[in-house]
Each structure stands twice: as C-alpha cells, then as structure tokens.
C-alpha cells in the first residue's frame, strides 16, 4: 500500500475557495482505480492548513493519479491559493496484523 500526506496552507481570503476545492478533489479522486483512501481535513491548530491523507493500492495506481489532467488543475489552483508551497510526503506501508 502506499500512503501519501500533503498539506497546504491558505492565504487568509483563500480558505474558503480552498476548501472547497479540496472537497471536489478528494471526491473525484476516491472514483479512480487504486483509490483506497483519499480524505482532506482542516488542521485544528491552524485553521488555515488543510491536510490530505490517500491509501493507494500501489505505486502505478498513484502514477495514474498524478497523470489525471484534474489531479494537475488541482495542484495548480491549491499552490495558487497557498501562502507557502504545499508538502507531499509518499511511503510505502504493509498493514501490520493485530
């Protein structure tokens, strides 16, 4: 499995577009083979960061994220919106057995 974060902080008069944006997104992207978890939710320390969580069944399942022509108008609209550049961290995971 893989398993990616990302944040992005919003302009203060950005939030709202931002938001809403992120909502679209995650809801498309949870459509898209491979997608096991796609959530976005609003840092309660800094109401401002919005932070995504995605499960992806593998590597070539997130390829094929990043080449969906939505997936890039999002990044280019979210890092339009942002007051610094948004992180994106990837790890590769394996479910432990409890």
């Given at each position: 499995?893989?398993?990616?974060?990302?944040?992005?902080?919003?302009?203060?008069?950005?939030?709202?577009?931002?938001?809403?944006?992120?909502?679209?997104h995650?809801r498309?992207?949870?459509?898209?083979?491979?997608?096991?978890?796609?959530?976005?939710?609003?840092?309660?320390?800094?109401s401002?960061?919005?932070?995504?969580v995605?499960h992806?069944s593998d590597?070539?399942?997130?390829?094929?994220?990043?080449?969906?022509?939505?997936?890039?108008?999002?990044?280019?609209a979210?890092?339009?919106?942002?007051?610094?550049?948004?992180?994106?961290?990837?790890y590769?995971?394996?479910?432990?057995?409890?």
């Amino acid at each position: 499995m893989i398993i990616v974060t990302g944040s992005v902080e919003a302009r203060s008069e950005a939030l709202d577009e931002l938001l809403a944006l992120s909502l679209e997104h995650v809801r498309r992207s949870r459509d898209e083979p491979g997608c096991l978890l796609h959530s976005v939710h609003q840092d309660v320390e800094n109401s401002r960061r919005v932070v995504f969580v995605e499960h992806w069944s593998d590597r070539k399942a997130l390829a094929e994220h990043f080449k969906v022509p939505a997936s890039h108008e999002f990044v280019a609209a979210a890092t339009a919106l942002a007051a610094s550049p948004p992180t994106i961290e990837i790890y590769e995971a394996t479910p432990a057995r409890v």
